[in-house]
């Protein structure tokens, strides 16, 4: 099918380069020309796992174009994907312009019927306003589908060709259908629901594993309380498949460009109806509490921070993406130097993203070695295998003084207890807590 795809951020571009793999002739277009000229090149403007490798091949085989905004047309052109950014507004709620724009631009443009597409993450009820716009732009008959993502950096590839579930939300069964068999190279199940449903699938789905998140938090606060291991409840609760063994990881709270914007936004949809989401302000609000967990712990340590050494090690939300949005990392790093620490950071992927969003203050080193070397504490914000697998008694020699506060658990409480590291993690009891305060 001869396909276009509006925006190519993370969504646009993983789904662009997926459907051009299973055979599709796609088009993906984008305002930002500096943008649309690396992707003609090959090079993939964000850090996923596969991507680069099936852009250059799609390129190759000329299943897959990029095209400046301002040069597209939609002729001949039979499905158009819209997934542009929805970026969240001061009041939560998503700022709707680029779509808007999108559907006005399809208006002018299309030259017959088509099916459009809504992947980008949308309050209930825009897929019809964005039906509507088009409708009183041009006579050319359209569709509107919601199909939307359920792509988790790092692993968008994966996803993408392995996922649970397609949705796709409808008026027309035949238009659902047209997108089913665009789809079914991909061999996952299909479910066919009414647009609003769509829409709503997809912030219940993301609302309700933020809960989860929160949930396994909370609980593993209490579990350093009373003397109980948040891995092992974690496993114990994970084991029955009602719960599932899933997004139970208990840490410094979730970031990302999805959780936070859609569990606040989800806030606000409910808000409009007069439904007030009190189990989901309080998801939000532990969230909050638990990015700032590891700086409380760490004063608790030492008194105050003032003058204090401390690595961060690991900036990005996640393991396996240079993706800063949200990251526990900013909100941590603020903290350290509003209370007068010197912070030393470091990541595998994220360090240049990471400049333009931590405090000027924060000094970047180049490996997690540079970046512990003097340090009188380690803290420890994404699980990168490289940190996980970094041993612990280089921590122990090359550090000031080897006290590491890890927010992802990455260490068992066995391999630690025999280092002598003084440790602090996350809902498990403190090891070889016992150490004298540091001069600093
Ligand atoms: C998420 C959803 O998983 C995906 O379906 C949706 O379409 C987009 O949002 P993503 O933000 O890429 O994907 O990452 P995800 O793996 O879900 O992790 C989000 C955050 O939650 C990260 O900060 C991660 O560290 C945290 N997390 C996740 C936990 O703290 N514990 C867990 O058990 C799982």
Redesign the pocket.
């Known amino acids: 099918m001869n396909i276009s795809v509006v925006g190519t951020g993370?969504?646009g571009l993983v789904t662009g380069v997926c459907l051009a793999e299973i055979g599709h002739h796609v088009t993906c277009v984008d305002v930002d020309e500096a943008k649309i000229a690396m992707l003609q090149q090959g090079k993939s403007p964000i850090y996923e796992p596969g991507l680069e490798e099936l852009m250059k091949s799609n390129l190759q085989k000329r299943n897959l174009v990029f095209q400046r905004y301002k040069d597209t047309s939609y002729e001949s052109v039979e499905v158009i994907y819209i997934s542009v950014g929805t970026p969240q507004q001061h009041d939560g709620t998503a700022d709707l312009s680029y779509i808007f724009q999108a559907a006005e631009d399809i208006a002018y443009k299309i030259t017959q019927p088509a099916i459009i597409v809504t992947k980008s993450?949308v309050p209930i009820g825009t897929n019809r306003k964005i039906k509507k716009i088009i409708k009183s732009k041009t006579s050319i008959p359209v569709d509107v589908v919601s199909n939307?993502?359920?792509?988790?950096?790092?692993?968008?590839i994966q996803?993408t060709f392995r996922g649970d579930r397609i949705v796709i939300g409808a008026d027309h069964p035949e238009a659902a259908s047209v997108i089913e068999d665009l789809n079914r190279p991909f061999g996952i199940p299909v479910f066919k629901t009414d647009i609003e449903s769509a829409e709503m699938i997809?912030y219940g789905?993301?609302a309700f594993?933020?809960t989860?998140?929160s949930f396994?938090?909370e609980i593993a606060n209490i579990c350093e309380k009373v003397g109980a291991d948040i891995e092992d409840v974690a496993k114990g609760m994970g084991m029955d498949q009602r719960i599932g063994n899933?997004?139970?990881?208990?840490?410094?709270?979730?970031?990302?460009?999805?959780?936070p914007k859609?569990t606040k936004a989800l806030v606000q949809i409910a808000g409009n109806v007069e439904h007030e989401f009190h189990l989901l302000k309080s998801v939000i609000e532990v969230n909050n509490q638990q990015q700032r967990l590891l700086v409380e712990k760490a004063k608790e340590r030492f008194g105050n921070l003032k003058g204090l050494r401390v690595a961060m090690l690991g900036l990005a939300?996640?393991?396996n993406?240079d993706?800063m949005r949200?990251?526990?990392s900013i909100v941590i790093a603020e903290e350290l130097v509003r209370e007068g620490a010197h912070v030393v950071a470091y990541d595998l992927i994220a360090i240049e993203n990471a400049r333009h969003v931590l405090p000027m203050e924060v000094e970047f080193k180049n490996s997690i070695e540079e970046a512990i070397t003097g340090a009188s504490a380690a803290f420890i914000l994404?699980?990168w295998d490289e940190i996980k697998n970094f041993p612990l008694n280089e921590y122990k020699e090359i550090m000031k003084t080897p006290i590491i506060f890890d927010g992802?658990n990455c260490y068992s409480i066995g391999d630690v207890e025999i280092s002598g590291i003084e440790y602090f993690s996350i809902g498990r009891k403190s090891i070889n807590h016992n150490m004298k305060v540091p001069s600093k």
């Open positions: 993370y969504v993450t939307p993502e359920f792509l988790r950096e790092g692993s968008a996803d997809k789905s993301n594993l933020a989860k998140i396994i938090n899933q997004f139970l990881k208990a840490g410094i709270g979730y970031g990302g460009s999805c959780f859609d939300f996640k393991p993406t993706d949200e990251a526990a994404t699980e992802r």
